[in-house]
């Protein structure tokens, strides 16, 4: 059975940072594409980045380049999110994603092409 456990969130100060961490299981990570999205409160869930099977192609959203790194160790099976410099606006719970349709070398932050999904670990910045 494929699953998706995130970890890694809490509380954490404005310009604070945090490295979310998704680990796999039921599954062979490195024939999937993972991403991860977000959804604040009262707000739709956003893709935030994604990287390729291989790892070598990522993608972000404009609101977090230059503040977020995504990367993959395939060999642990796990995904990670490092999230620098927060800011309030990125309170939200977060949640990776696995597209296995994908090439192997491109990814997209669409949640349509993912279908399987974790429950989420949340994460409040705040002072």
Same mark, same amino acid.
């Given at each position: ?5 995130e970890?890694g969130? &809490?509380?954490?100060?404005? &310009?604070g ?5 998704? *680990? *796999?299981?039921? =599954?062979?990570? +490195?024939d ?5 999205f977000?959804q *604040?409160?009262? /707000?739709e869930?956003? &893709?935030?980045?994604c990287?390729? /099977?291989?790892?070598? =192609?990522q993608?972000?959203?404009? =609101?977090? /380049?230059? $503040? ?11 995904v990670y ?5 927060l800011?309030?606006? +990125?309170? *939200? ?6 597209a ?6 491109y990814?997209?932050?669409? $949640?349509?092409?993912?279908?399987n999904?974790?429950?989420?670990t $949340? ?5």
């Open positions: 059975q494929l699953q998706l456990v970890s969130g &809490g509380l954490v100060q404005p &310009g940072s945090l490295r979310l961490s998704c *680990a *796999a299981s039921g =599954f062979t990570l +490195d999937y594409v993972m991403g991860w977000r *604040a409160p009262g /707000k869930r956003e &893709g935030v980045a990287i390729s /099977k291989s790892g070598g =192609f993608v972000y959203e404009d =609101f977090v /380049k230059g $503040r977020i790194t995504i990367s993959r160790d395939n060999a642990k099976n796990t999110l490092q999230m620098n410099s800011e309030p606006e +990125d309170t *939200a719970v977060y949640y990776c994603a696995a296995e349709h994908l090439d192997r070398d990814c997209e932050i669409t $949640r349509g092409v993912y279908d999904w974790g429950q989420g $949340r994460v409040t910045v705040s002072s």
